[in-house]
């Protein structure tokens, strides 16, 4: 455990999880504008556009390459200085795809929602870690230590601190992470996930949530780890997991100010096991109980129940019940 109490450690520890689940790798200099690679124009970028507009025409083969191109602009244009409502935009769009017209040929007009992510087949998008990624916005330059890339959307960021350094703790991970929100608007409008840790130590919340809502996530099975981060990674990163999670398990409160809430691990285990049991009670020759989803007090029971109805409602196999 010691070989990882270091900030540089962590940080390539985590991308060698991410790149077990088959997540590609590049360093963030190689694909700067002055890079290998050159895939942003610019510092300000923070979608990798060409990535975006490939998976666009990739997931939508039957709509014209206008309506494409329309649904690309949508997703990398901002439509308010509100950081919070352009995420819960951003969100509608990587949820439900993004709404676009075009003409059918004869005078008439079709409506559509192009995909930007495909939740059926993990496969079919494009997975990436990028690490050091320079980014720079009205505040100035700034340099997140590790993003997660799903068809060149930035949908997870990880910012880690050195644990043997007394000033920088895993709570000064999650101030570095509120910086970032007052200076990196841009990016952070893509975010889904925000994730800090140390060498031990590991938590996750959402662009909202404040420190006491960031979360350890638990092993599945209950079995204790010492390096919190390799839970974290292997099983809410694992490719269709996070896309599940993505889908079923991120809500906005419709609060002044809008509030983003995001599952705990109790909570995306027990509605999972919930469902599933529900689909085999109600199966023909099923017993017709469920049983208890049981909650300690404060433990975020409504919330629960919430991703639990919404799931079902659109689970093909309880056909909307």
């Given at each position: ?47 990798l556009v060409e990535r975006l507009r490939s998976a666009i025409a990739r997931l939508n083969p039957t709509i014209p390459s206008s309506a ?47 995909r930007i992510v495909d939740f059926a087949n993990p496969d079919a998008n494009d997975w990436l870690a990028v690490n050091q990624f320079t ?174 109805a919404a799931k079902i409602a659109q689970h093909p196999q309880l056909a909307n019940p």
């Open positions: 455990m010691s070989g990882y109490l270091n900030e540089d450690a962590i940080e390539q520890y985590a991308i060698e999880l991410l790149k077990g689940l088959g997540y590609a790798y590049l360093p963030g200099a190689d694909i700067a504008p002055d890079g290998a690679r050159e895939e942003r124009k610019s510092f300000k970028d923070a979608v494409r191109e329309d649904a690309l602009r949508k997703v990398t244009v901002h439509e308010t200085t509100d950081l919070v409502l352009n995420n819960q935009r951003f969100h509608r769009f990587l949820v439900e795809g993004v709404p676009v017209e075009y003409s059918d040929g004869t005078g008439g007009v079709r409506y559509t929602k192009a980014i720079k916005e009205d505040a100035g330059e700034r340099r997140p230590d590790l993003l997660v890339f799903i068809n060149g959307l930035p949908i997870a960021l990880f910012e880690f601190k050195n644990p043997m350094d007394e000033k920088a703790t895993i709570l000064s991970a999650f101030n570095q992470t509120q910086t970032y929100k007052r200076d990196l608007p841009g990016l952070l409008a893509y975010n889904e996930l925000l994730i800090v840790a140390d060498g031990t130590r590991a938590k996750m919340g959402s662009l909202t949530a404040d420190w006491e809502r960031f979360s350890t996530w638990k092993r599945e099975d209950g079995a204790k780890v010492p390096i919190e981060i390799e839970p974290l990674i292997s099983e809410v990163f694992e490719k269709r997991r996070i896309l599940d999670f993505i889908r079923y398990f991120v809500l906005f409160e419709t609060t002044t100010p809008v509030n983003k809430k995001i599952a705990a691990y109790h909570q995306y285990y027990g509605v999972n096991r919930a469902i599933e049991r529900t689909i085999a009670a109600t199966a023909e020759g099923g017993d017709r109980r469920i049983g208890v989803f049981w909650h300690t007090q404060g433990s975020g029971k409504s919330l629960s129940m919430a991703f639990y």
